[in-house]
C-alpha cells in the first residue's frame, strides 16, 4: 500500500467533511473554512499516490496544554488495512501528551478507553422542528455584545480561552449568534449555523432555564426546517427544554477525557458547540 500520513491543507479538510457526510454526520456547510481557519493544523489524514484522502482525524489545540480530538473516520474500503490506527498513533504522538477531550461514538469507547480515555458524560443528541418556548423580545444580535466579555463569558463556561476558535466560529458564513443581556451582563448566547439537514445549534450557553429557552427560540423561531441542539445528559433541565419545544434524542456519543481536561459546565451548557471541535 502507498500512502502518507500528512497535515491536511483546505481542500484535503473538505474531503474530510465529506467523509463526515457520508457516515451521518451532517456537517456544517461552512465547517471546511470554518475549522480549518480555528486551526489549520488540527487536522491529519493518511493520503495515497493519488493525493485521495484514505482516514482522517483532528485535534484542535486550546493552549499548549490541551486539545479536543474529532473527525476520526477512515473510508469503508480501507478499513481494516491498519491506517486507520496509524493516523491515530500519529496524531496522538504529534500533540503529546495534553489532556485531550472527544465525542465518540457509543460503540467504540473500549478502543478509546485502550488509548488512555476515561468516560465522562453522554450527549444526547435532539432533532425535529421545534416551536417556541418563550418571548424573545430582549435578546439582541451578538454583534452588540461587547466580544471581551462574551469571549471571558465563553471562556468560563467551555473551561478553556479559545479566541481563535471563537472568531472563526462566530463569523461562519450563513450563520446567526444571539446575546441576552440584563444591565450589560451577559445571560447567555447561542448560535446556529446552517448544515447538509436542517440547522445546528451550537453553542447555547446560558444562565438558567428561562435564559436558554428564551435564546433557543430566537435562534429557531425563522428556521422552518429540521433543528438539531446536542446536550449533555448531565443538563437534564436542557432535555426538558429540547423536548418540550418538540425535539427528540436522535444519537448519542460519549465524552471521553484523557489527561487533565476540565469538564464543562453541567448547569449552563444547554448545547455543545460542536462534537468535533468541543
Not at 480555528?38 to 495515497?48: T, W, Y
Not at 465525542?103 to 416551536?131: C, I, M, W
Not at 463569558?153 to 472563526?168: E, H, K, Q, V, W
Not at 435562534?219 to 446536542?230: A, E, M, N
Amino acid at each position: 500500500m502507498n500512502w502518507r500520513i500528512e497535515t491536511l491543507g483546505p481542500a484535503h479538510v473538505g474531503a474530510a467533511m465529506k467523509m463526515a457526510l457520508d457516515e451521518g454526520w451532517n456537517p456544517g456547510l461552512a465547517d471546511a473554512h470554518t475549522f480549518h481557519d480555528a486551526d489549520p493544523d488540527a487536522f491529519m489524514g493518511c493520503v495515497d499516490a493519488e493525493d485521495r484522502l484514505l482516514a482522517c482525524i483532528s485535534i484542535a489545540r486550546y493552549g499548549p496544554k490541551h486539545g479536543f480530538l474529532g473527525f476520526y473516520i477512515c473510508a469503508p474500503d480501507w478499513r481494516g488495512c491498519g491506517i486507520g490506527w496509524a493516523l491515530w498513533q500519529a496524531a496522538l504522538a504529534r500533540v503529546g501528551r495534553i489532556g485531550i477531550a472527544l465525542d465518540g461514538v457509543v460503540a467504540q469507547q473500549e478502543k478509546y478507553r485502550r488509548s488512555g480515555f476515561a468516560y465522562a458524560h453522554a450527549n444526547l443528541r435532539y432533532g425535529g422542528t421545534p416551536g417556541p418556548l418563550a418571548d424573545t423580545a430582549h435578546v439582541c444580535p451578538l454583534a452588540e455584545c461587547d466580544p471581551i466579555r462574551l469571549a471571558a463569558y465563553d471562556t468560563d463556561l467551555f473551561g478553556l480561552s479559545r479566541p481563535r476558535f471563537l472568531g472563526a466560529w462566530l463569523a461562519q458564513q450563513g450563520a446567526t449568534g444571539v446575546c441576552l443581556l440584563d444591565e450589560g451582563i451577559i445571560r447567555g448566547y447561542g448560535l446556529s449555523r446552517p448544515c447538509h439537514d436542517g440547522t445546528k445549534i451550537g453553542p447555547l450557553f446560558a444562565e438558567d432555564d428561562a435564559a436558554a429557552r428564551i435564546l433557543f427560540t430566537a435562534l429557531t423561531r425563522d428556521i422552518s426546517g429540521p433543528v438539531f441542539l446536542d446536550a449533555p445528559a448531565t443538563n437534564a433541565a436542557a432535555g426538558r427544554m429540547a423536548r418540550e419545544a418538540g425535539l427528540s434524542p436522535v444519537f448519542e456519543t460519549a465524552r471521553m477525557i484523557r489527561g487533565d481536561y476540565p469538564a464543562i459546565d453541567p448547569c449552563r451548557t444547554y448545547g455543545i458547540t460542536s462534537f468535533e471541535f468541543g
